[in-house]
């Protein structure tokens, strides 16, 4: 299933070229944006020609809270209204540009493209980076499904138990490195409190059996099957206790040194259930299962 998200999306034009027939292209593609799977369009159906056209948008893009605004040059136009939208929408921006329409005798008709490169070096010039250009008749669908991934990865509770595995030293992170590059706060549990866990014994049984379906117990001991139970128990409550979306979990030595198995199969149950757990503490790892 698709991360869900609000899309905003505005057309810029100046009267200078013709905007009617960007009008036209526009009132197309509107139509054809509200086919995307899982975004909740904000797209307003006037062109942005004027000032205070782009700061009448741009306030009700920031309202909507949109997470990315795809910008269409429909015509070349004035280079305050992209300046005027990214200053009061933080959020990525796609600079979009049209094909030119065929010659009719006159003055080139959209002149779109040089649009787009203004809007661009006006951006970045002006400090702004989190910018794409394309030049096409439909929207990139691939710099939409990016955007889903940034919310979904700034919106998930990340959490690790423990630390990386002894030894994974390519697994090390900085906490404020993910929180500057991808908008994640990760917060950090000690093992002791997967272990020291109580759980219900109805919880334990259940899990029990699920095990005996699942897997093909008759290798192992009694009790190490009762502690696989216990630990897929216990990791679920903590899951639902603490409202993690992706867990990195340090798998060894601890595990089987203290609690008295590895959780292989225990994380493998409860991947099955579409829960997001990495080993050996690998917190980029569950952010890549994550996005």
Known sequence: MKQKITLGVVCLARKTFDWQAAGQIWAQIRSSLTALEAVDLV??????IEVEDAQKAAALLAEKRVDGVAIISGTFHLGHLALEIAREVKKPILLWGLPELPYDGGKIRLNSVCGVNLNAS???KGGIRNYRVVVRSDLDTDWVDAIRVRKALSTAHVGIIGYRAHGFFNLGTSDLSL???LGVLVDHYELQTVFDRPVQ?????KRREQLKKIFDVSGITGDQLEKVAQLSAKLEGFLNENRIDALAIRCW???????GISPCA?????????RILACE????GALSMLA
């Open 43 to 48: 797209a307003p159906e006037n062109l942005v």
């Open 122 to 124: 006006n951006l970045y």
């Open 179 to 181: 929180y500057r590059e």
């Open 201 to 205: 014994a109805a919880e334990v049984d």
């Open 253 to 259: 030595p601890e595990f089987a040194a203290t609690f």
């Open 266 to 274: 225990a994380m493998s149950l409860l991947q099955s259930e579409n």
């Open 281 to 284: 503490g690998d917190l980029e």
